[in-house]
């Protein structure tokens, strides 16, 4: 009997809005789990445990009036760029990012014991904070300007917004160079589907078939 292939975890980068999200849809619909580190930061702040700790912390104007975080308010506390902002974040990242970390990691052993083909691994700051270590590849997304400003507009993001956000990183010729992969983005879905099987297929031609 043949042993199925290892699992090949994916870590994906890109700026805003350069379509990660796609990509690991396409990943999950050949058969790959999507690990979103965005959604599991977000769940954390639903349990109890985490709120009572946050409220230690940050004070209960973080609370809606029905006891939940609410995260307008959560935001304004930590996202600025003096000082006790700052403080305010990592207190918040000191709560949120090991509980966070503990469930990938979960989840990617999960992933592995149950020989899924692939793991797209969505974080962010990937590269900044360590995850890259985990990947067995790194894939960056890269759009042109043109069309990277009218994606952001968009969502109503304008570059002061995207230069606050982009502001802890590596520069993106950094990111590119440290990438196993650049894939342009600059055309529709169809585009952006026919380079992530075609890529997939090369890395593990049987599994990417068995769920093509």
């Known amino acids: 009997m043949t ?3 290892k699992t090949i975890v994916i870590g994906v980068i890109g700026p805003p809005c350069s379509g990660k999200s796609t990509v690991a849809r396409i990943i999950e619909s050949n058969g790959g789990v999507w690990i979103d580190a965005d959604a599991i930061a977000k769940d954390q702040l639903t349990d109890p445990a985490v709120i009572d700790e946050l409220v230690e912390h940050l004070g ?16 304004d ?19 949120i990012h090991p509980r966070t970390h503990a ?21 962010p700051l990937l590269l900044e904070s360590g995850w890259e270590s985990q990947c067995d590849q790194v ?21 002061a917004e995207l230069a606050r956000r982009e502001r802890r990183q590596l520069s993106w010729s950094e990111k590119r160079r440290r990438s196993s992969w650049v ?20 890395l ?6 068995r769920h093509s």
């Open 103 to 123: 469930v990938i990691q979960s989840q990617i052993q999960q992933a592995a014991a149950e020989r899924v083909p692939f793991v797209i691994l969505d974080v």
């Open 60 to 75: 209960s104007g973080i609370l809606s009036a029905e006891g939940a975080i609410s995260r307008p308010d959560l935001a």
């Open 204 to 209: 593990q031609p049987e599994s990417n078939s």
């Open 3 to 5: 042993e199925s292939p």
């Open 139 to 159: 894939w960056c997304l890269q759009v042109s300007a043109d069309r990277h400003e009218q994606l952001l507009a968009a969502r109503g993001w304008d570059a």
């Open 183 to 202: 894939i342009q983005n600059n055309g529709d879905v169809n585009d952006l589907r026919e380079q992530i099987v075609d890529m997939l297929s090369q």
């Open 77 to 95: 506390l930590v996202f600025g760029d003096d000082g006790e902002s700052q403080g305010r974040l990592k207190q918040l990242e000191s709560v």
